[in-house]
Protein backbone atom coordinates (compact mmCIF):
# COMPACT_ATOMS: atom_id res chain seq x y z
CA UNK A 1 0.00 0.00 0.00
CA UNK A 2 1.09 3.36 -1.07
CA UNK A 3 1.22 6.24 1.70
CA UNK A 4 -1.01 9.37 0.63
CA UNK A 5 0.15 12.83 2.06
CA UNK A 6 -2.77 14.86 3.92
CA UNK A 7 -3.48 17.62 3.19
CA UNK A 8 -1.69 20.46 5.06
CA UNK A 9 -4.78 22.69 7.11
CA UNK A 10 -3.78 25.88 7.83
CA UNK A 11 -3.53 26.56 11.53
CA UNK A 12 -6.04 29.28 12.50
CA UNK A 13 -4.96 32.52 14.29
CA UNK A 14 -4.97 31.80 18.10
CA UNK A 15 -5.85 34.39 21.20
CA UNK A 16 -2.56 33.00 22.52
CA UNK A 17 -0.74 35.89 20.42
CA UNK A 18 0.30 38.64 22.68
CA UNK A 19 -2.34 41.49 22.00
CA UNK A 20 -0.43 44.75 21.64
CA UNK A 21 -0.28 46.87 24.88
CA UNK A 22 -2.42 49.80 23.84
CA UNK A 23 -5.54 47.20 24.66
CA UNK A 24 -4.50 47.40 27.97
CA UNK A 25 -4.92 50.80 28.34
CA UNK A 26 -8.05 50.70 26.22
CA UNK A 27 -9.63 48.52 28.82
CA UNK A 28 -8.62 50.79 32.01
CA UNK A 29 -9.90 53.72 30.77
CA UNK A 30 -13.43 52.01 29.60
CA UNK A 31 -13.12 50.54 33.13
CA UNK A 32 -12.91 54.02 34.72
CA UNK A 33 -15.76 55.59 32.33
CA UNK A 34 -17.84 52.85 33.41
CA UNK A 35 -17.76 52.81 36.98
CA UNK A 36 -17.78 57.42 37.05
CA UNK A 37 -20.63 56.61 34.81
CA UNK A 38 -22.42 54.52 37.32
CA UNK A 39 -21.58 57.02 40.49
CA UNK A 40 -23.40 59.46 38.54
CA UNK A 41 -26.16 57.90 37.87
CA UNK A 42 -26.02 56.15 41.21
CA UNK A 43 -25.97 60.07 42.97
CA UNK A 44 -28.71 61.38 41.02
CA UNK A 45 -30.92 58.60 41.74
CA UNK A 46 -30.15 59.09 45.20
CA UNK A 47 -30.69 62.71 45.13
CA UNK A 48 -33.67 62.27 43.37
CA UNK A 49 -35.11 59.80 45.84
CA UNK A 50 -33.77 62.23 49.14
CA UNK A 51 -35.65 64.80 47.77
CA UNK A 52 -39.03 62.80 48.56
CA UNK A 53 -38.04 62.71 52.22
CA UNK A 54 -40.41 65.25 53.77
CA UNK A 55 -38.76 67.89 55.95
Known sequence: MS??????????????????PYRRVYAWVF???????LGVICCALLSYLLSYIPK
Not at 3 to 20: D, F, L, R, W
Not at 31 to 37: C, E, K, R, S
Open 31 to 37: QAWLIMF
Open 3 to 20: QTAKPQVPTPITASEPAP
